[in-house]
Nanobody, 127 residues
């Protein structure tokens, strides 16, 4: 099973940009559909972006048009480009991998679709 490690978190001003990375090890992430989730203090974890092995994507309404999910298969790395950041984007961000369904077609923002999780990276956006 793939192991995942996020990086790129930190503090940012409102309106700024940041790119998160998630490096896979032991297995190729192209063998999975992938996603980014986030969890704000006192809130449930929510899925915000998903990508399948053919590059199909799905976004939550809260980030659509501001965030972009992508992956570099040569580097075995998943990315989340975050633009126009808002204070409400403050959260712990997690990457996740799954292959319960067809990895070439499936995308999901539901936790139950994913079996592998990283440890998370904190993003804090100040106004």
């Amino acid at each position: 099973q793939v192991q995942l490690q996020e990086s790129g978190g930190g503090s940012e001003q409102s309106g700024g940009s940041r790119r998160l990375s998630c490096v896979g090890s032991k297995y190729r992430i192209v063998s999975y559909y992938m996603a980014w989730f986030r969890q704000a203090p006192g809130k449930e974890r929510e899925g915000i972006a998903s990508i399948n092995s053919l590059g199909g994507t799905r976004y939550a309404d809260a980030v659509k048009g501001r965030f972009t999910i992508s992956q570099d298969n040569d580097k075995n790395t998943l990315y989340l480009q975050m633009n126009s950041l808002k204070p409400e984007d403050t959260a712990m961000y997690y990457c996740a991998a799954g292959r319960l369904f067809d990895t070439t077609r499936f995308t999901s923002l539901e936790e139950s679709a994913y079996t592998r999780w990283g440890q998370g990276t904190q993003v804090t956006v100040s106004s």
